[in-house]
Nanobody, 116 residues
Framework: QVQFVESGGGLVQPGGSLRLSCVASGFTFSIYSMIWYRQAPGKERELVARISSGGLSTTYASSVQGRFTISKDNAKNTVYLQMNSLKTEDTAVYYC?????????WGQGTRVTVSS
């Protein structure tokens, strides 16, 4: 059974930082690219960052380029998202899944609120 467990969200002031984690299970993590998505209130889910199976290649949405860093630890079946210089528009629930085609199972997400 595929499972994603996201954590690390919270309330942070603009300019602050958070590190999100996603522990995956139920599939061979090391052979999949991983993607962080987010969904803000009233908006569709959007891709934030992608990392290749081996962790050597990354891509980012233009809105987070230079502020967020995605990384992957295949030994721990975990993907991370380091978020720096957070803005109010980063407020959303953050999810992870495999890429390029997501598994139908999604985790509960982790909520990030950026507010003063």
């Amino acid at each position: 059974q595929v499972q994603f467990v996201e954590s690390g969200g919270g309330l942070v002031q603009p300019g602050g930082s958070l590190r999100l984690s996603c522990v995956a299970s139920g599939f061979t993590f090391s052979i999949y690219s991983m993607i962080w998505y987010r969904q803000a209130p009233g908006k569709e889910r959007e891709l934030v960052a992608r990392i290749s199976s081996g962790g050597l290649s990354t891509t980012y949405a233009s809105s987070v380029q230079g502020r967020f860093t995605i990384s992957k630890d295949n030994a721990k079946n975990t993907v991370y998202l380091q978020m720096n210089s957070l803005k109010t528009e980063d407020t959303a629930v953050y999810y992870c899944n495999v890429g390029p085609l997501s598994f139908p199972d999604w985790g509960q997400g982790t909520r990030v609120t950026v507010s003063s």
